[in-house]
Nanobody
Framework: VQLQASGGGLVQAGGSLRLSCAGS????????MGWFRQGPGKEREFVAG????????NYADSVNGRFTVSRDNARNTVYLQMMNLKPEDTAVYYC?????????????????WGQGTLVTVSS
């Protein structure tokens, strides 16, 4: 297993969760990381991304201001802090490693994917 996502669960609207994604040194070295999600009956979509050094982040409009992506390269781990969760945030969340140091929103440019962790937000 190269990427392992965790931290999902059931939370009420307005609540918070922090997702973690641990990987091998090989999958983290010099790679941007991204978080994607796939809600019920929906296509997979980009949520947030962070460059290898952590100096650049970007977010989907739907989560900007509520979610924060960060990484700890010493621990080969990337995080997604989610606040003020909404029912429409309900989805399986995936972490992924990009081909290059600075990533993109295009999922076809990500080489490695975690198995996903389910986040359910109740109203």
């Amino acid at each position: 297993v190269q990427l392992q996502a965790s931290g999902g669960g059931l939370v009420q609207a307005g609540g918070s969760l922090r997702l973690s994604c641990a990987g091998s040194r090989r999958t983290f070295s010099n790679n941007a990381m991204g978080w994607f999600r796939q809600g019920p009956g929906k296509e997979r979509e980009f949520v947030a991304g962070i460059s290898w050094s952590g100096d650049t982040t970007n977010y989907a409009d739907s989560v900007n201001g509520r979610f924060t992506v960060s990484r700890d390269n010493a621990r080969n781990t990337v995080y997604l802090q989610m606040m003020n969760l909404k029912p429409e945030d309900t989805a399986v969340y995936y972490c992924a490693a990009h081909k290059r140091a600075y990533g993109s929103r295009r999922d076809e440019e990500y080489n490695y994917w975690g198995q996903g962790t389910l986040v359910t937000v109740s109203s």
